[in-house]
Every structure is written in C-alpha cells, then in structure tokens.
C-alpha cells in the first residue's frame, strides 16, 4: 500500500514539473507557440527525421503570423524566436553584448575538437575570432585562388564526360557542386589532392556520410548542449573530427619535415600555432617557428584541428548549396541566364580567358544573382543565448539570461512583407 501512495506521489510530481515546465511562457505572460508537443516541443518533426530543423523553425515562424517574437520549446527548454527584422537587428548588432554566444555545445576540456570559433563563447571566442580574422582578408582569399584553381578543370572534363555534345542528358546538379566544394575544402583548407569527380567514394568525402542520428545531434549540439556534455563524460566522441585531426597531422609533420609551404588555410593556422598569429601580410605563408614569442603555445594541433572541422562543415553544404540553387533559378530563367553568360564572357575576355580572382570580382550581376540565391535559400536559421537580462525594447516582456534565441532567416527572407516575391514559387 505504502509503494503504491509513494509511486502516485512521485508520479503526481513528475506530472507537475513537466506541466510547469511546458507552462513557462504561458505563466509568464509572454506570447506562445501552439503547437507544443511534450516532450519534443516545437522540434517534434526534426528530432523524428521529418524535417530538417530549419523547416521546422520555418513553419514555427508561419504559425505566429503577427508577433514580433514568440514563446518556442527546444525540447524542453524554453527559447524565444525572432520574428521581427529590427529586434532580429538590434539582438545581432546593437545589443550584442547581450547576445554575443551562440550557446551551442563546446566541451574543451572533455572534448577539445569542439573548441570552434562557432561555439567558444565569451572573451574565447573574441580572442579566437580576431586572430582567425587576418586569414579570410581578400589578400589572403586572392593568395589563396590559385592553389584550387585546377579544381574547377576537373570539374568541367567531368561535365564533358557526362554530358553528349548533342542533345541532353540529366545531371545531379547539386551532386556535382558538392563534389566541387569537397575537393575545394580538401584543398585550400587541408592541403590535400582529392579529385573526387574520379574517385567519388574518397574517404575525405565519406566523412559527410549523414546517419540516421544526425538530425537527433544536430538538435542536441544547438538546443540541448547539457544533454552532449553528459554523453561527453560517458565517452560520446565526434569521430569524424579526430579523423580530421589526423588527416591534419599528418600533413603537418610532412610540411614541417620537409619545409613545404602551400598557400592554404592550413598553412596559415601552423602559422598561427607557430607563431603566435597569422601575418597580415597577403604573401607571407611561412610557419617557420618564432621562438621569442611565448602567446603561440594558447593554439596547438587540436585547436587547428577543431577549426578545420568546422571549416570542413560550414564551407560546404552553404557554398554548394548556393551555387547549385543559382543556377537552378537561372535554368528557369532564360533572360538572367543569359544575362549572367553575357557578363562571365565580357570579363573572361578582358582577363585573357583566365578564370581570376579579380576576374571573379568584376561579376557583379553574378554576385547580385548568388545573393538572392542566399536570400530565397539561407542558411535557415541563426541562434544566440541571452548573455544577460535583457528588456525586450518597447515592451514590458523580459528575456533571461541563458534563453536561447532563434531568428528563422528563412522565415524573414521569404516574407512578403520585406521581399517581394521573384518568381512563382517564391
Ligand atoms: C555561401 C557560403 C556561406 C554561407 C551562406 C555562410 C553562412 C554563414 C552564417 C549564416 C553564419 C552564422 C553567422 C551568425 O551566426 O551570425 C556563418 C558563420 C561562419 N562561417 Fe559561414 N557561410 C558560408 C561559407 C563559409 C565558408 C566557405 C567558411 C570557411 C571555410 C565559413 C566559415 C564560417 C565561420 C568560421 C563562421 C563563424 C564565425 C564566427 O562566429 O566568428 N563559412 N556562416
């Protein structure tokens, strides 16, 4: 008798925190999703594998049509979404001392790989971020061009191959762009000569294997860092950044072994451990290491091997992406098409024939093109954690410290209220 009055004891409490746990928003006042589903929140459809989270956060952004933020669960954390492009401008810019973590999972004691410019937080990441900065100037990005230049030649003896002289045949568009940005990463950031388009099963190129978990992880690492950090103490392990990292070291110890200096991102972030900082200037790629400089000792081989894991991750999927959705906008428009054609031949002629970095620079409507790509197709969403208390202006609503925050670009970049539709599907 006794368990079963403790058993409806325990039951009736878990029954109550899970009630005030769902309840946050409403208790507080504060404008609310509806569709909340225990225990998943609002993420029920990407932690299923419906949806990806940025179509999930999407359609969370469509339900509120009104409200300039809304109430949202993380599972079941309570987070807050976006909706208004000024308050989404003042979180990112203006009030960013308030807002200036993304608050996503990062071990670097258990776990060093995670210590990425993307997720350190605070003064680590600022630290981090200023002397990253001096390897994306357009000096470096100019030095840089060159060394993934015969991707590109690759890339069209490929198309020469699959496509007949006439008539047509279908392609994998998005395929063949991220087989591209695979051996562009490969190269330009970890000094390797992949040519996927020959070997398309590499093992460089099967690390961007998706599992089944994938979308459960991605979850965790951006909602529920806790949730990571305790599979991190019971052995949870990213095992595609330590094969990365060893990838890495091999080719550092052959570069140091054997003085070779390539014009990569590698290059540069052995500068950076060996030196201390990465030289500002453009043609300066040497390692060699400078002794009378005790700072170079903070960033060590898993601090270069944490950034090119990121690197390998947010070069990708975002620039194959969005070369491949330029062009599927532009085969459905015949009059930009050829307009895109007219301005690549004009400068290709000025520069020679030769695909150069200043070349690239003097398509201007091809930039405005990809730009609109980025705008009908962003990177979904862009997240923040409540750094300190913060009054949301003009209102009397508070956001606490530690709240994540979500701003669905996909919500704003497809509102007809800020953009104008450009074509049929929006
Ligand atoms: C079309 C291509 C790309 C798009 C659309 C894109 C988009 C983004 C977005 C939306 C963010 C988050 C910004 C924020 O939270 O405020 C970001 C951050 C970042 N991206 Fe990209 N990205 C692209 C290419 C790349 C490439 C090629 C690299 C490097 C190889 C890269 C490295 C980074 C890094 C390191 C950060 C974090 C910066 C920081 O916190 O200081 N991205 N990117």
Redesign the pocket.
């Known amino acids: 008798m006794i368990e079963l009055i403790v058993f409806i004891q325990l039951a009736a409490f878990i029954y109550w925190l899970i009630r005030q746990q769902y309840s946050y928003w409403i208790r507080r006042n504060f404008p609310c999703d509806t569709e909340i589903h225990i225990p998943y929140g609002t993420l029920k459809a990407a932690v299923r594998g419906e949806k990806s989270m940025g179509v999930v956060l999407y359609d969370a952004y469509l339900r509120s049509p009104n409200l300039p933020f809304v109430g949202i669960y993380f599972l079941y954390h309570p987070g807050i979404m976006i909706r208004d492009p000024e308050l989404a401008r003042r979180i990112?810019k203006q009030d960013f001392n308030s807002f200036h973590d993304?608050g996503i999972y990062v071990n670097e004691k258990r776990d060093p790989l995670s210590g990425n410019?993307?997720s350190l937080r605070g003064q680590k990441?600022r630290s981090l971020?200023q002397k990253l900065t001096p390897s994306f100037s357009s000096g470096k990005l100019k030095a840089m061009f060159c060394t993934s230049d015969d991707i590109g030649n690759k890339m069209i003896d490929y198309m020469n191959k699959v496509l007949p002289e006439k008539d047509y045949a279908e392609i994998d568009l998005k395929n063949i762009c991220v087989t591209y940005a695979i051996d562009i990463?490969g190269s330009v950031?970890f000094g390797l000569d992949i040519n996927s388009f020959e070997n398309p099963e590499n093992k460089f190129r099967s690390l961007m294997h998706i599992s089944r978990h994938s979308n459960l992880i991605g979850v965790l690492i951006f909602f529920c860092p806790f949730f990571l950090n305790i599979m991190t103490r019971f052995g949870f392990k990213n095992k595609k950044a330590i094969r990365l990292r060893e990838i890495m070291k091999n080719t550092i110890e052959y570069r140091e072994k054997n003085n070779v200096i390539r014009k990569d991102m590698l290059q540069l972030m052995m500068q950076l451990k060996n030196t201390g900082k990465i030289n500002v200037n453009d043609d300066n790629f040497s390692a060699k290491p400078n002794t009378a400089n005790g700072e170079h000792k903070e960033f060590t081989l898993d601090g270069i091997a944490a950034q090119g894991y990121?690197?390998y991750i947010?070069?990708q999927e975002?620039?194959s992406s969005?070369a491949a959705f330029t062009i599927f906008e532009l085969a459905q428009n015949a009059e930009l098409l050829a307009r895109g054609q007219k301005e690549i031949d004009e400068v290709l002629q000025r520069h020679g024939g030769e695909l150069t970095f200043d070349a690239l620079s003097e398509m201007t409507f091809l930039e405005s093109c990809l730009q609109e790509s980025?705008r009908k197709y962003?990177?979904p969403f862009?997240?923040r954690e409540c750094t300190q208390t913060y009054i949301i202006p003009g209102t009397n609503h508070i956001i606490e410290k530690d709240t994540p925050i979500v701003i669905s670009?996909l919500g704003l970049n497809r509102n007809p209220q800020y953009f104008t539709p450009s074509s049929p599907n929006k």
Request: charged share 10%.
């Open positions: 990112l993304r410019v993307f990441w971020r990463t950031i990121l690197f947010a070069g975002t620039t969005t980025n962003p990177v862009l997240n670009l």
